[in-house]
Protein backbone atom coordinates (compact mmCIF):
# COMPACT_ATOMS: atom_id res chain seq x y z
CA UNK A 1 0.00 0.00 0.00
CA UNK A 2 3.11 2.56 0.52
CA UNK A 3 4.60 1.36 -2.39
CA UNK A 4 1.40 2.13 -4.07
CA UNK A 5 1.21 5.84 -2.84
CA UNK A 6 4.91 6.66 -3.03
CA UNK A 7 4.23 5.34 -6.85
CA UNK A 8 1.40 7.87 -7.15
CA UNK A 9 2.59 10.90 -5.61
CA UNK A 10 5.69 10.72 -7.73
CA UNK A 11 4.10 11.37 -10.99
CA UNK A 12 2.50 14.89 -12.09
CA UNK A 13 -0.98 14.24 -12.51
CA UNK A 14 -1.22 12.24 -9.15
CA UNK A 15 -4.07 14.65 -8.01
CA UNK A 16 -6.38 13.66 -11.05
CA UNK A 17 -5.63 10.40 -10.74
CA UNK A 18 -6.31 9.81 -7.26
CA UNK A 19 -9.85 11.63 -7.46
CA UNK A 20 -10.54 8.97 -10.22
CA UNK A 21 -9.93 6.01 -7.90
CA UNK A 22 -12.24 7.79 -5.52
CA UNK A 23 -14.98 7.86 -7.64
CA UNK A 24 -14.87 4.12 -8.89
CA UNK A 25 -14.84 3.05 -5.39
CA UNK A 26 -18.08 4.89 -4.15
CA UNK A 27 -19.84 3.66 -7.43
CA UNK A 28 -18.67 0.11 -6.65
CA UNK A 29 -19.83 0.46 -3.32
CA UNK A 30 -23.55 2.30 -4.48
CA UNK A 31 -23.64 -0.97 -6.74
CA UNK A 32 -23.18 -3.44 -4.53
CA UNK A 33 -25.78 -1.44 -1.65
CA UNK A 34 -28.55 -1.34 -4.49
CA UNK A 35 -27.96 -4.90 -5.15
CA UNK A 36 -27.99 -6.32 -1.35
CA UNK A 37 -31.69 -4.82 -1.50
CA UNK A 38 -35.01 -7.07 -1.78
CA UNK A 39 -37.03 -6.24 -5.42
CA UNK A 40 -40.08 -3.83 -4.50
CA UNK A 41 -43.92 -5.13 -5.60
CA UNK A 42 -44.89 -3.31 -9.28
CA UNK A 43 -47.90 -0.71 -8.96
CA UNK A 44 -51.37 -1.88 -9.20
CA UNK A 45 -53.28 -0.47 -12.17
CA UNK A 46 -55.88 1.91 -10.83
CA UNK A 47 -59.85 0.95 -11.78
CA UNK A 48 -62.69 2.80 -11.42
CA UNK A 49 -66.14 1.62 -10.83
CA UNK A 50 -69.24 3.61 -11.37
CA UNK A 51 -72.16 2.24 -9.26
CA UNK A 52 -75.98 4.26 -9.51
CA UNK A 53 -76.48 5.75 -6.11
CA UNK A 54 -80.17 5.60 -5.48
CA UNK A 55 -80.59 6.34 -1.95
CA UNK A 56 -77.46 8.70 -2.13
CA UNK A 57 -73.81 7.94 -1.76
CA UNK A 58 -73.20 7.49 1.95
CA UNK A 59 -75.83 4.50 1.37
CA UNK A 60 -74.43 3.60 -2.07
CA UNK A 61 -70.61 3.55 -0.32
CA UNK A 62 -72.10 1.13 2.17
CA UNK A 63 -74.02 -1.04 -0.54
CA UNK A 64 -71.23 -1.94 -2.83
CA UNK A 65 -68.02 -0.81 -0.87
CA UNK A 66 -67.54 -4.26 0.71
CA UNK A 67 -67.82 -5.83 -3.28
CA UNK A 68 -65.18 -3.34 -4.12
CA UNK A 69 -62.98 -4.71 -1.57
CA UNK A 70 -63.27 -8.17 -2.31
CA UNK A 71 -62.13 -6.96 -5.81
CA UNK A 72 -58.85 -5.67 -4.58
CA UNK A 73 -58.39 -8.78 -2.31
CA UNK A 74 -59.05 -11.37 -5.25
CA UNK A 75 -57.20 -9.15 -7.72
CA UNK A 76 -54.17 -7.31 -6.54
CA UNK A 77 -53.27 -6.26 -9.43
CA UNK A 78 -56.18 -4.19 -9.83
CA UNK A 79 -56.56 -1.33 -7.44
CA UNK A 80 -60.74 -0.78 -7.58
CA UNK A 81 -62.27 2.56 -6.32
CA UNK A 82 -65.94 2.97 -6.32
CA UNK A 83 -67.61 6.01 -7.47
CA UNK A 84 -71.26 6.74 -6.58
CA UNK A 85 -73.57 8.54 -9.50
CA UNK A 86 -76.95 9.53 -10.60
CA UNK A 87 -78.84 8.75 -13.38
CA UNK A 88 -77.43 11.72 -15.65
CA UNK A 89 -73.93 11.32 -14.06
CA UNK A 90 -74.09 7.39 -14.91
CA UNK A 91 -74.94 8.37 -18.43
CA UNK A 92 -72.11 10.52 -18.91
CA UNK A 93 -69.73 8.25 -17.09
CA UNK A 94 -70.64 6.03 -20.35
CA UNK A 95 -70.67 8.45 -23.28
CA UNK A 96 -67.09 9.61 -21.79
CA UNK A 97 -66.23 6.50 -21.09
CA UNK A 98 -64.54 7.68 -17.61
CA UNK A 99 -64.70 4.43 -15.74
CA UNK A 100 -64.11 0.26 -16.37
CA UNK A 101 -67.24 -1.12 -15.08
CA UNK A 102 -70.71 0.33 -13.87
CA UNK A 103 -73.35 -1.36 -11.66
CA UNK A 104 -76.82 -0.14 -12.31
CA UNK A 105 -80.38 -1.35 -12.81
CA UNK A 106 -81.93 -3.40 -15.48
CA UNK A 107 -83.64 -0.45 -17.05
CA UNK A 108 -80.90 1.73 -17.49
CA UNK A 109 -78.36 -0.98 -18.73
CA UNK A 110 -80.90 -1.66 -21.47
CA UNK A 111 -81.12 1.60 -22.66
CA UNK A 112 -77.35 2.35 -22.01
CA UNK A 113 -76.54 -0.88 -23.51
CA UNK A 114 -78.60 -0.48 -26.90
CA UNK A 115 -76.75 3.34 -27.10
CA UNK A 116 -72.79 2.06 -26.16
CA UNK A 117 -70.76 -0.64 -26.35
CA UNK A 118 -71.40 -2.20 -22.75
CA UNK A 119 -70.72 -6.17 -21.70
CA UNK A 120 -72.96 -7.42 -19.50
CA UNK A 121 -70.79 -9.95 -17.10
CA UNK A 122 -72.56 -10.67 -13.98
CA UNK A 123 -76.03 -10.77 -12.52
CA UNK A 124 -76.84 -9.97 -8.71
CA UNK A 125 -78.64 -13.22 -6.83
CA UNK A 126 -81.80 -12.05 -5.21
CA UNK A 127 -81.68 -13.48 -1.13
CA UNK A 128 -85.12 -14.65 -1.29
CA UNK A 129 -85.94 -17.90 -0.36
CA UNK A 130 -87.22 -18.59 -3.71
CA UNK A 131 -84.07 -17.72 -5.02
CA UNK A 132 -85.63 -15.46 -7.88
CA UNK A 133 -83.44 -13.03 -9.41
CA UNK A 134 -86.68 -10.80 -10.49
CA UNK A 135 -86.60 -8.31 -7.52
CA UNK A 136 -87.26 -4.48 -8.99
CA UNK A 137 -90.08 -3.09 -9.59
CA UNK A 138 -92.51 -0.10 -8.19
CA UNK A 139 -94.41 0.19 -4.80
CA UNK A 140 -97.20 2.75 -4.04
CA UNK A 141 -97.42 3.98 -0.69
CA UNK A 142 -99.61 5.77 1.11
CA UNK A 143 -100.40 7.06 4.68
CA UNK A 144 -101.99 4.55 7.16
CA UNK A 145 -104.37 7.01 7.58
CA UNK A 146 -105.53 7.56 4.16
CA UNK A 147 -108.82 7.24 2.26
CA UNK A 148 -106.99 5.15 -0.63
CA UNK A 149 -108.12 1.16 -0.93
CA UNK A 150 -107.72 -0.11 -4.62
CA UNK A 151 -105.48 1.48 -7.63
CA UNK A 152 -108.76 3.01 -8.82
CA UNK A 153 -108.83 5.22 -6.09
CA UNK A 154 -105.42 6.67 -6.59
CA UNK A 155 -106.78 8.27 -9.87
CA UNK A 156 -106.54 12.19 -9.72
CA UNK A 157 -104.05 12.10 -6.63
CA UNK A 158 -101.07 13.71 -5.89
CA UNK A 159 -97.93 11.37 -6.72
CA UNK A 160 -94.27 11.91 -5.85
CA UNK A 161 -91.58 9.87 -7.72
CA UNK A 162 -87.54 10.16 -8.25
CA UNK A 163 -87.52 10.51 -12.47
CA UNK A 164 -90.09 10.19 -15.22
CA UNK A 165 -87.04 7.88 -16.54
CA UNK A 166 -86.57 6.56 -13.29
CA UNK A 167 -86.72 2.19 -13.99
CA UNK A 168 -87.88 0.68 -10.57
CA UNK A 169 -90.53 3.14 -9.62
CA UNK A 170 -92.19 5.25 -12.96
CA UNK A 171 -90.79 3.51 -15.99
CA UNK A 172 -92.48 0.30 -14.17
CA UNK A 173 -95.52 1.37 -13.11
CA UNK A 174 -96.72 3.02 -15.91
CA UNK A 175 -96.44 -0.07 -17.70
CA UNK A 176 -98.65 -1.82 -15.14
CA UNK A 177 -101.40 1.13 -15.98
CA UNK A 178 -101.02 0.57 -19.51
CA UNK A 179 -101.42 -2.97 -19.33
CA UNK A 180 -104.79 -1.74 -17.26
CA UNK A 181 -105.94 0.19 -20.33
CA UNK A 182 -105.06 3.78 -18.15
CA UNK A 183 -103.20 6.61 -19.54
CA UNK A 184 -99.83 7.09 -16.91
CA UNK A 185 -99.51 10.40 -18.34
CA UNK A 186 -103.07 11.25 -17.08
CA UNK A 187 -103.85 8.41 -14.27
CA UNK A 188 -102.41 11.03 -11.99
CA UNK A 189 -103.84 15.01 -11.21
CA UNK A 190 -99.71 15.96 -10.69
CA UNK A 191 -96.72 13.95 -9.91
CA UNK A 192 -93.55 15.53 -8.48
CA UNK A 193 -89.98 14.23 -9.33
CA UNK A 194 -87.83 14.58 -6.46
CA UNK A 195 -84.91 13.13 -8.00
CA UNK A 196 -82.09 11.21 -5.52
CA UNK A 197 -82.07 10.42 -2.79
CA UNK A 198 -84.96 8.51 -3.34
CA UNK A 199 -85.69 8.41 0.77
CA UNK A 200 -86.80 11.78 0.45
CA UNK A 201 -90.25 10.32 -1.16
CA UNK A 202 -91.43 8.79 1.67
CA UNK A 203 -90.76 11.89 4.09
CA UNK A 204 -91.97 13.89 1.55
CA UNK A 205 -95.82 11.54 1.99
CA UNK A 206 -95.27 11.46 5.56
CA UNK A 207 -95.49 15.02 5.96
CA UNK A 208 -98.68 15.25 4.03
CA UNK A 209 -97.00 17.11 0.58
CA UNK A 210 -98.17 14.38 -1.15
CA UNK A 211 -101.10 11.42 -1.89
CA UNK A 212 -98.90 8.73 -2.74
CA UNK A 213 -95.04 7.92 -3.33
CA UNK A 214 -94.21 5.57 -6.46
CA UNK A 215 -90.90 4.39 -4.76
CA UNK A 216 -88.65 1.17 -5.66
CA UNK A 217 -89.00 -2.45 -4.10
CA UNK A 218 -87.67 -2.56 -0.40
CA UNK A 219 -87.07 0.86 -0.14
CA UNK A 220 -90.34 1.01 2.61
CA UNK A 221 -88.64 -2.06 4.71
CA UNK A 222 -85.34 -0.89 4.33
CA UNK A 223 -86.16 2.64 5.77
CA UNK A 224 -87.78 0.82 8.52
CA UNK A 225 -84.88 -1.29 9.24
CA UNK A 226 -82.64 1.94 9.57
CA UNK A 227 -84.76 3.64 12.11
CA UNK A 228 -85.48 5.97 8.85
CA UNK A 229 -89.06 6.00 9.02
CA UNK A 230 -91.75 4.02 11.44
CA UNK A 231 -93.16 1.14 8.92
CA UNK A 232 -96.98 1.50 10.85
CA UNK A 233 -97.99 4.68 9.54
CA UNK A 234 -97.56 3.42 6.06
CA UNK A 235 -99.63 1.24 4.32
CA UNK A 236 -99.01 -0.17 0.08
CA UNK A 237 -101.65 -0.12 -2.33
CA UNK A 238 -102.45 -3.03 -4.71
CA UNK A 239 -99.87 -5.28 -3.58
CA UNK A 240 -99.05 -8.38 -5.48
CA UNK A 241 -95.89 -9.48 -3.91
CA UNK A 242 -94.96 -13.70 -4.79
CA UNK A 243 -94.56 -15.94 -2.61
CA UNK A 244 -91.92 -15.61 -0.17
CA UNK A 245 -91.25 -12.06 -1.21
CA UNK A 246 -89.87 -10.25 1.56
CA UNK A 247 -91.20 -7.04 0.54
CA UNK A 248 -94.52 -5.44 -0.66
CA UNK A 249 -95.11 -4.56 -4.70
CA UNK A 250 -97.63 -3.49 -6.31
CA UNK A 251 -96.18 -4.09 -10.30
CA UNK A 252 -94.60 -7.33 -11.58
CA UNK A 253 -90.89 -7.84 -10.82
CA UNK A 254 -87.83 -7.34 -12.78
CA UNK A 255 -84.09 -8.65 -13.07
CA UNK A 256 -82.17 -7.55 -10.46
CA UNK A 257 -79.11 -5.47 -10.92
CA UNK A 258 -76.53 -6.22 -13.36
CA UNK A 259 -72.68 -5.35 -13.68
CA UNK A 260 -70.90 -4.62 -16.82
CA UNK A 261 -67.73 -3.48 -18.49
CA UNK A 262 -67.52 -0.37 -20.57
CA UNK A 263 -65.21 -0.30 -23.47
CA UNK A 264 -62.44 1.14 -21.31
CA UNK A 265 -62.00 -2.69 -19.88
CA UNK A 266 -60.24 -5.09 -21.86
CA UNK A 267 -61.06 -8.78 -21.75
CA UNK A 268 -58.71 -9.92 -19.66
CA UNK A 269 -59.53 -7.60 -17.04
CA UNK A 270 -63.28 -8.45 -17.60
CA UNK A 271 -62.74 -12.34 -17.24
CA UNK A 272 -60.96 -11.77 -14.13
CA UNK A 273 -63.35 -9.71 -12.38
CA UNK A 274 -66.09 -11.91 -13.59
CA UNK A 275 -64.51 -14.97 -12.16
CA UNK A 276 -63.85 -12.80 -8.67
CA UNK A 277 -67.61 -12.08 -8.83
CA UNK A 278 -69.08 -15.40 -9.59
CA UNK A 279 -66.67 -16.91 -7.04
CA UNK A 280 -68.11 -14.23 -3.99
CA UNK A 281 -70.01 -16.64 -1.53
CA UNK A 282 -73.72 -16.07 -0.40
CA UNK A 283 -72.63 -15.35 3.08
CA UNK A 284 -69.45 -13.26 2.45
CA UNK A 285 -69.93 -9.38 4.28
CA UNK A 286 -70.01 -8.16 0.19
CA UNK A 287 -72.60 -10.39 -0.76
CA UNK A 288 -74.64 -9.97 2.62
CA UNK A 289 -74.01 -5.50 2.42
CA UNK A 290 -75.20 -5.74 -1.12
CA UNK A 291 -78.26 -7.68 0.00
CA UNK A 292 -77.91 -10.55 -2.19
CA UNK A 293 -76.58 -13.98 -2.35
CA UNK A 294 -73.61 -12.68 -4.52
CA UNK A 295 -73.40 -12.76 -8.03
CA UNK A 296 -74.09 -14.73 -11.31
CA UNK A 297 -74.36 -15.25 -15.13
CA UNK A 298 -75.83 -12.67 -16.67
CA UNK A 299 -79.80 -13.42 -17.02
CA UNK A 300 -82.90 -12.13 -19.98
CA UNK A 301 -83.16 -8.86 -20.17
CA UNK A 302 -85.90 -9.45 -22.50
CA UNK A 303 -89.13 -8.68 -20.27
CA UNK A 304 -86.92 -4.69 -19.46
CA UNK A 305 -86.56 -4.74 -23.89
CA UNK A 306 -90.58 -5.11 -23.90
CA UNK A 307 -91.68 -2.59 -21.49
CA UNK A 308 -89.09 -0.42 -23.26
CA UNK A 309 -91.27 -1.14 -26.35
CA UNK A 310 -94.57 -0.89 -25.10
CA UNK A 311 -93.93 2.39 -23.55
CA UNK A 312 -92.15 3.82 -26.88
CA UNK A 313 -89.30 4.40 -25.18
CA UNK A 314 -86.30 1.76 -26.38
CA UNK A 315 -83.39 3.68 -27.79
CA UNK A 316 -83.67 1.53 -31.15
CA UNK A 317 -87.67 2.44 -32.00
CA UNK A 318 -87.41 5.24 -34.75
CA UNK A 319 -89.50 8.17 -34.38
CA UNK A 320 -92.44 8.32 -36.55
CA UNK A 321 -91.07 10.66 -38.59
CA UNK A 322 -88.25 8.98 -39.12
CA UNK A 323 -90.65 5.97 -40.47
CA UNK A 324 -92.69 8.27 -42.13
CA UNK A 325 -89.57 9.31 -44.28
CA UNK A 326 -88.31 5.24 -44.86
CA UNK A 327 -92.11 4.75 -46.43
CA UNK A 328 -92.02 8.05 -48.45
CA UNK A 329 -88.59 6.48 -50.13
CA UNK A 330 -90.04 3.07 -50.19
CA UNK A 331 -93.19 4.41 -52.08
CA UNK A 332 -92.50 7.33 -53.99
CA UNK A 333 -94.76 7.12 -56.11
CA UNK A 334 -97.62 7.14 -53.54
CA UNK A 335 -95.98 9.99 -51.73
CA UNK A 336 -95.84 12.23 -54.95
CA UNK A 337 -99.62 11.74 -55.91
CA UNK A 338 -100.44 12.49 -51.86
CA UNK A 339 -98.17 15.84 -52.55
CA UNK A 340 -99.97 16.16 -55.64
CA UNK A 341 -103.34 15.75 -53.87
CA UNK A 342 -102.64 17.75 -51.10
CA UNK A 343 -101.03 20.85 -53.34
CA UNK A 344 -104.35 20.56 -55.14
CA UNK A 345 -107.07 20.55 -52.00
CA UNK A 346 -104.98 23.31 -50.74
CA UNK A 347 -105.45 25.65 -54.09
CA UNK A 348 -109.10 24.48 -53.81
CA UNK A 349 -109.62 25.50 -50.64
CA UNK A 350 -107.75 29.03 -50.91
CA UNK A 351 -110.10 29.62 -53.89
CA UNK A 352 -113.44 29.05 -52.07
CA UNK A 353 -111.91 31.45 -49.61
CA UNK A 354 -111.59 33.97 -51.94
CA UNK A 355 -114.56 33.66 -53.57
CA UNK A 356 -116.14 33.22 -49.80
CA UNK A 357 -114.67 36.47 -48.85
CA UNK A 358 -115.28 38.54 -52.28
CA UNK A 359 -119.18 37.17 -51.67
CA UNK A 360 -118.99 38.16 -48.20
CA UNK A 361 -117.77 41.78 -48.97
CA UNK A 362 -121.14 41.94 -51.48
CA UNK A 363 -123.55 40.86 -48.83
CA UNK A 364 -122.37 43.05 -46.51
CA UNK A 365 -122.69 45.83 -49.04
CA UNK A 366 -126.02 45.02 -49.92
CA UNK A 367 -127.16 44.77 -46.20
CA UNK A 368 -125.23 48.09 -45.71
CA UNK A 369 -127.38 49.25 -48.51
CA UNK A 370 -130.91 48.01 -47.63
CA UNK A 371 -130.41 49.55 -44.70
CA UNK A 372 -129.91 52.93 -45.61
CA UNK A 373 -132.66 52.22 -47.63
CA UNK A 374 -135.28 51.05 -44.82
CA UNK A 375 -133.96 54.00 -42.43
CA UNK A 376 -135.39 56.11 -46.08
CA UNK A 377 -138.27 54.68 -46.16
CA UNK A 378 -138.78 55.29 -42.07
CA UNK A 379 -138.28 58.97 -42.68
CA UNK A 380 -140.32 59.46 -45.41
CA UNK A 381 -143.50 57.14 -43.05
CA UNK A 382 -142.77 59.47 -40.39
CA UNK A 383 -142.90 62.81 -42.92
CA UNK A 384 -146.30 61.05 -43.97
CA UNK A 385 -147.45 60.78 -40.52
CA UNK A 386 -146.26 64.49 -39.47
CA UNK A 387 -148.45 65.16 -42.92
CA UNK A 388 -151.55 63.46 -41.61
CA UNK A 389 -150.81 65.13 -38.29
CA UNK A 390 -150.78 69.19 -40.10
CA UNK A 391 -154.54 69.75 -38.42
CA UNK A 392 -153.69 68.53 -35.12
CA UNK A 393 -150.00 70.32 -34.71
CA UNK A 394 -152.02 73.72 -36.38
CA UNK A 395 -154.26 73.23 -33.53
CA UNK A 396 -152.20 72.56 -31.21
CA UNK A 397 -149.77 75.57 -31.96
CA UNK A 398 -152.97 77.81 -32.16
CA UNK A 399 -154.15 77.15 -28.59
CA UNK A 400 -150.80 78.88 -26.84
CA UNK A 401 -150.18 81.39 -29.04
CA UNK A 402 -153.96 82.73 -28.70
CA UNK A 403 -152.97 82.70 -25.06
CA UNK A 404 -149.94 84.70 -25.60
CA UNK A 405 -151.78 86.82 -27.78
CA UNK A 406 -154.42 87.57 -24.87
CA UNK A 407 -151.81 87.71 -22.27
CA UNK A 408 -149.57 90.08 -23.55
CA UNK A 409 -152.97 92.39 -24.41
CA UNK A 410 -153.75 92.43 -20.97
CA UNK A 411 -150.43 93.64 -20.20
CA UNK A 412 -150.68 96.21 -22.31
CA UNK A 413 -153.75 97.51 -21.26
CA UNK A 414 -152.23 97.30 -17.18
CA UNK A 415 -149.60 99.18 -18.64
CA UNK A 416 -151.35 102.24 -19.85
CA UNK A 417 -153.35 102.53 -16.63
CA UNK A 418 -150.16 102.80 -15.18
CA UNK A 419 -149.67 99.84 -13.26
CA UNK A 420 -146.79 99.04 -11.88
CA UNK A 421 -143.82 96.24 -12.62
CA UNK A 422 -145.12 93.72 -9.69
CA UNK A 423 -148.75 93.37 -11.08
CA UNK A 424 -147.23 92.60 -14.70
CA UNK A 425 -145.29 89.32 -13.42
CA UNK A 426 -147.75 87.35 -12.90
CA UNK A 427 -148.89 87.87 -16.94
CA UNK A 428 -145.12 87.31 -17.61
CA UNK A 429 -145.28 83.48 -15.83
CA UNK A 430 -148.09 82.70 -17.98
CA UNK A 431 -146.58 84.20 -20.89
CA UNK A 432 -143.29 82.17 -20.29
CA UNK A 433 -145.56 78.92 -19.49
CA UNK A 434 -147.20 79.38 -23.16
CA UNK A 435 -144.44 79.65 -25.10
CA UNK A 436 -142.73 76.31 -23.02
CA UNK A 437 -145.38 74.71 -24.27
CA UNK A 438 -145.16 75.78 -27.80
CA UNK A 439 -141.50 74.69 -27.52
CA UNK A 440 -142.45 71.27 -26.31
CA UNK A 441 -144.93 70.81 -28.99
CA UNK A 442 -141.78 72.30 -31.94
CA UNK A 443 -139.49 69.68 -30.25
CA UNK A 444 -142.05 66.98 -30.54
CA UNK A 445 -142.55 67.74 -34.16
CA UNK A 446 -138.70 67.85 -35.12
CA UNK A 447 -137.85 64.69 -32.90
CA UNK A 448 -140.88 62.93 -35.32
CA UNK A 449 -139.83 64.41 -38.70
CA UNK A 450 -135.99 63.82 -37.74
CA UNK A 451 -134.35 61.26 -40.05
CA UNK A 452 -133.53 58.97 -37.22
CA UNK A 453 -130.25 57.35 -35.74
CA UNK A 454 -130.69 54.86 -33.26
CA UNK A 455 -129.66 56.33 -29.79
CA UNK A 456 -131.05 53.94 -27.53
CA UNK A 457 -131.37 55.22 -23.87
CA UNK A 458 -133.56 54.22 -20.53
CA UNK A 459 -136.56 55.27 -21.18
CA UNK A 460 -140.02 55.72 -19.32
CA UNK A 461 -142.63 54.27 -21.39
CA UNK A 462 -145.63 55.52 -19.42
CA UNK A 463 -144.04 58.99 -20.53
CA UNK A 464 -143.53 58.12 -24.00
CA UNK A 465 -146.76 57.15 -24.20
CA UNK A 466 -148.55 60.15 -22.49
CA UNK A 467 -146.49 61.57 -25.05
CA UNK A 468 -147.28 60.53 -28.09
CA UNK A 469 -151.17 60.96 -26.97
CA UNK A 470 -151.03 64.03 -26.33
CA UNK A 471 -149.54 64.53 -29.99
CA UNK A 472 -152.15 62.65 -31.21
CA UNK A 473 -155.00 64.06 -28.75
CA UNK A 474 -157.14 66.65 -30.68
CA UNK A 475 -157.04 64.21 -33.93
CA UNK A 476 -158.42 61.48 -31.55
CA UNK A 477 -160.77 64.28 -30.13
CA UNK A 478 -161.83 65.26 -33.23
CA UNK A 479 -162.46 61.42 -34.24
CA UNK A 480 -164.58 61.63 -30.90
CA UNK A 481 -162.20 58.37 -29.85
CA UNK A 482 -161.76 57.36 -26.06
CA UNK A 483 -158.49 56.80 -24.84
CA UNK A 484 -157.87 54.23 -21.47
CA UNK A 485 -154.69 53.55 -20.38
CA UNK A 486 -154.07 50.52 -17.76
CA UNK A 487 -150.36 49.79 -16.26
CA UNK A 488 -150.11 46.38 -14.75
CA UNK A 489 -147.16 45.58 -11.90
CA UNK A 490 -144.28 47.58 -11.38
CA UNK A 491 -142.81 50.67 -13.80
CA UNK A 492 -139.11 49.97 -14.72
CA UNK A 493 -137.27 51.51 -17.27
CA UNK A 494 -136.29 49.98 -20.63
CA UNK A 495 -133.49 50.58 -22.63
CA UNK A 496 -134.83 51.47 -25.93
CA UNK A 497 -134.87 53.94 -28.99
CA UNK A 498 -137.82 56.56 -28.34
CA UNK A 499 -138.27 57.93 -31.86
CA UNK A 500 -138.51 54.29 -33.21
CA UNK A 501 -140.92 53.14 -30.26
CA UNK A 502 -142.88 56.48 -30.68
CA UNK A 503 -143.18 55.61 -34.53
CA UNK A 504 -144.54 52.55 -33.71
CA UNK A 505 -146.92 53.88 -31.16
CA UNK A 506 -148.23 56.44 -33.56
CA UNK A 507 -148.87 54.07 -36.28
CA UNK A 508 -151.00 51.91 -34.31
CA UNK A 509 -153.01 54.87 -32.21
CA UNK A 510 -153.68 56.09 -36.32
CA UNK A 511 -154.55 52.50 -37.71
CA UNK A 512 -156.81 52.06 -34.38
CA UNK A 513 -158.47 55.21 -35.05
CA UNK A 514 -159.47 54.57 -38.75
CA UNK A 515 -160.14 51.30 -37.99
CA UNK A 516 -162.75 52.60 -35.55
CA UNK A 517 -164.21 55.18 -38.23
CA UNK A 518 -164.79 52.76 -40.57
CA UNK A 519 -167.03 50.38 -38.54
CA UNK A 520 -169.75 52.72 -37.57
CA UNK A 521 -172.20 50.39 -35.87
CA UNK A 522 -170.58 51.35 -32.55
CA UNK A 523 -171.67 53.90 -30.80
CA UNK A 524 -168.27 54.60 -29.06
CA UNK A 525 -165.35 54.15 -30.23
CA UNK A 526 -162.26 53.18 -27.98
CA UNK A 527 -158.74 52.57 -28.10
CA UNK A 528 -157.58 50.87 -24.76
CA UNK A 529 -153.69 50.96 -23.63
CA UNK A 530 -152.13 48.44 -21.64
CA UNK A 531 -148.86 48.17 -19.96
CA UNK A 532 -147.93 44.82 -18.16
CA UNK A 533 -144.71 45.04 -16.11
CA UNK A 534 -143.84 41.28 -16.34
CA UNK A 535 -140.92 39.68 -14.69
CA UNK A 536 -139.03 38.57 -17.91
CA UNK A 537 -140.56 41.77 -20.25
CA UNK A 538 -142.46 44.29 -20.64
CA UNK A 539 -145.64 43.82 -22.84
CA UNK A 540 -147.70 46.43 -24.60
CA UNK A 541 -151.33 45.20 -25.49
CA UNK A 542 -153.00 48.31 -28.08
CA UNK A 543 -156.99 47.34 -28.60
CA UNK A 544 -159.29 48.73 -30.56
CA UNK A 545 -162.78 48.31 -31.17
CA UNK A 546 -163.05 49.07 -35.06
CA UNK A 547 -163.37 46.47 -38.05
CA UNK A 548 -160.70 44.34 -37.25
CA UNK A 549 -158.26 42.81 -39.39
CA UNK A 550 -159.74 42.57 -43.31
CA UNK A 551 -156.04 40.80 -45.16
CA UNK A 552 -154.19 38.39 -43.63
CA UNK A 553 -151.62 39.38 -41.00
CA UNK A 554 -148.44 38.12 -43.26
CA UNK A 555 -149.68 40.57 -45.59
CA UNK A 556 -150.63 42.99 -43.67
CA UNK A 557 -146.97 42.99 -42.29
CA UNK A 558 -145.01 43.29 -45.96
CA UNK A 559 -143.83 46.36 -47.41
CA UNK A 560 -146.53 48.09 -49.86
CA UNK A 561 -149.78 46.47 -48.74
CA UNK A 562 -152.29 48.71 -47.19
CA UNK A 563 -155.82 48.18 -46.77
CA UNK A 564 -156.12 52.31 -47.03
CA UNK A 565 -156.56 54.50 -50.37
CA UNK A 566 -153.52 56.55 -49.92
CA UNK A 567 -151.77 54.87 -47.62
CA UNK A 568 -147.77 53.71 -48.55
CA UNK A 569 -147.91 50.02 -47.18
CA UNK A 570 -145.20 50.72 -44.72
CA UNK A 571 -146.52 51.26 -41.96
CA UNK A 572 -146.74 47.76 -39.56
CA UNK A 573 -143.60 46.99 -41.78
CA UNK A 574 -141.83 49.60 -40.50
CA UNK A 575 -143.28 48.89 -37.13
CA UNK A 576 -142.24 45.17 -37.21
CA UNK A 577 -138.90 46.02 -38.27
CA UNK A 578 -138.16 48.26 -34.97
CA UNK A 579 -139.50 46.20 -32.68
CA UNK A 580 -136.86 43.25 -34.16
CA UNK A 581 -134.40 45.73 -34.07
CA UNK A 582 -135.16 45.93 -30.21
CA UNK A 583 -134.87 41.79 -30.15
CA UNK A 584 -138.49 41.92 -29.56
CA UNK A 585 -141.67 40.73 -30.95
CA UNK A 586 -144.76 42.29 -32.62
CA UNK A 587 -148.22 40.27 -33.35
CA UNK A 588 -151.94 41.30 -34.98
CA UNK A 589 -154.41 39.44 -33.55
CA UNK A 590 -157.95 39.71 -34.10
CA UNK A 591 -160.61 40.19 -31.53
CA UNK A 592 -164.19 38.83 -31.13
CA UNK A 593 -166.71 40.01 -31.93
CA UNK A 594 -164.80 42.57 -34.03
CA UNK A 595 -161.69 44.72 -33.24
CA UNK A 596 -157.98 44.03 -33.29
CA UNK A 597 -154.75 43.68 -30.66
CA UNK A 598 -151.24 44.83 -31.47
CA UNK A 599 -149.00 43.20 -28.82
CA UNK A 600 -145.74 44.43 -29.24
CA UNK A 601 -143.21 42.37 -26.58
CA UNK A 602 -139.94 44.02 -25.41
CA UNK A 603 -137.11 42.10 -23.33
CA UNK A 604 -135.41 44.15 -20.56
CA UNK A 605 -132.18 44.36 -21.62
CA UNK A 606 -128.81 45.60 -20.03
CA UNK A 607 -126.61 48.78 -21.79
CA UNK A 608 -124.04 46.81 -22.43
CA UNK A 609 -125.64 43.52 -23.57
CA UNK A 610 -128.21 45.23 -25.51
CA UNK A 611 -125.08 47.56 -27.55
CA UNK A 612 -123.40 44.41 -27.92
CA UNK A 613 -126.36 42.50 -29.58
CA UNK A 614 -126.98 45.51 -31.55
Request: aromatic letters at 8%.
Amino acid sequence: MNRFITQLTQTRWWPLRLLFIIFGISHFSLAHAESSQPQSQPIAQPIQVAVLATRGNPQAIQRWQPTIDWLNQQLPQYQFSLRPRNLDQMEEVITTNSAEFVITNPGQSVKLGWQYPLSWIATLKSPWPNGTNQALGSTLVVRNDSPFIDLEDLQNSHAVAVSPDAFGGFLTLSQYLKSKQQDPSLFFKKIDYLGFPIDAMLYHLRDHQSDVAITPVCLLENMDKEGLIDKSQFRVVNNSAPQDFPCAVSTPLYPNWSFAKTSKANEEMATAVTQALLNLPKDNPAAVAAKSHGWSSPISSLSVVKMYRDLNIHPQQTPWWQQALMWLKQHQQWAWGAAILFIALNIYHFWLEFRFNRNQKLLNQAQLELKQKSQMLEHAQRVAIVGGLGTNLAHEINQPLSAIRNYSQGAKLRIEKGADATSLTPIMDKIEQQVVRVDAIVQRLRTLITKRTVAKQNLNINALIDDTLALLSHDLTDKNIQIKVVTNGNPREIYADAVGLQQVLVNIINNAADSCLSYPQELTNRIEVVIDYAEQQLDIYLRDNGAGLVQPISELQSAFVSTKEKGLGLGLSICHDIIEHHHGHFTLSPIEPHGCEAHIQLPYLQPSSHQQNS
